[in-house]
């Protein structure tokens, strides 16, 4: 089992670009869900999925979009880059995301700057 | 809005020491997490506490939950330079919504 991947692992963008970041799992998960992590602010979370075309928002959702059409997949897009955007990316996956013995497991980031 | 609360952020301690760390809230949780995470990787759960006043231990660590649920420690015996890294907590009140803390990065000289 490859866990959870992410791809790209580093980007630049220009403020007013558009991009997809990609999160993909290969453990049958329902639950999947994004976080952003600055420095001094642990990780936030962005949107959530507890299953395919089931998605809410978290705690900070403005200015990015997700989608969950199968159950391996769930992109997140950003329609138009900000400086405020640059952080680091983290995608991750449980079964149910509710319960105490639900564990989540992250991939291993995006890095993204906007210029 | 609900906040975990970490202290102390910063760490520096040497090879044998022991250490505390504390992750604080206003808030009840039905259940606390503990991560570590190492530069340029995702977090790694290193264990779940769910009942108030529960003990657990991973070999060298000891987990804390409080009595009232609202609190937790994570105690380090004879640190060692392998455990350093950042050790964030995550608490989920029974919804979907993970909330983490700011995180305590601990150093460990040898």
């Known amino acids: 089992n490859a866990g959870v991947t992410q791809t790209p692992k580093f980007q630049v963008l220009k403020t007013g670009q558009s991009m997809t970041l990609q999160c993909a799992q290969d453990?049958?998960?329902?639950?999947m869900s994004w976080y952003r992590q600055d420095p001094g602010m642990g990780l936030r979370l962005i949107h959530y999925?507890?299953?395919?075309?089931?998605?809410d928002q978290g705690e900070v959702p403005n200015g990015y979009n997700v989608s969950r059409s199968t159950t391996e997949d769930f992109p997140l897009r950003l329609l138009s880059a900000a400086p405020s955007q640059t952080s680091v990316y983290f995608c991750?996956?449980?079964?149910?995301?509710?319960?105490?013995?639900?564990?989540?497991?992250f991939g291993p980031g995006t890095r993204l700057t906007v210029l | 809005t609900q906040l975990l609360e970490q202290s102390p952020q910063f760490l520096s301690i040497q090879e044998g020491e022991n250490l505390t760390v504390y992750c604080n809230s206003s808030?009840?949780?039905?259940?606390l997490q503990w991560y570590r995470q190492e530069p340029g990787e995702g977090p790694v759960l290193l264990v779940t506490?769910?009942?108030?006043?529960e003990v657990k231990k991973l070999k060298r660590l000891t987990f804390q939950f409080g009595d009232a649920r609202k609190d937790s420690s994570l105690h380090i015996t004879a640190a060692q330079p392998g455990d350093t890294g950042l050790y964030l907590c995550?608490?989920?009140?029974?919804?979907?919504?993970?909330?983490f803390g700011t995180g305590t990065r601990l150093k460990v000289l040898a």
């Open positions: 506490v769910v009942t108030g006043g």
């Open positions: 991750a996956s449980s079964y149910h995301g509710i319960g105490a013995a639900d564990t989540q497991y």
């Open positions: 453990m049958n998960h329902e639950y």
């Open positions: 995550a608490a989920n009140s029974g919804t979907y919504k993970y909330i």
């Open positions: 999925s507890v299953g395919a075309g089931i998605t």
């Open positions: 808030s009840v949780f039905s259940s």
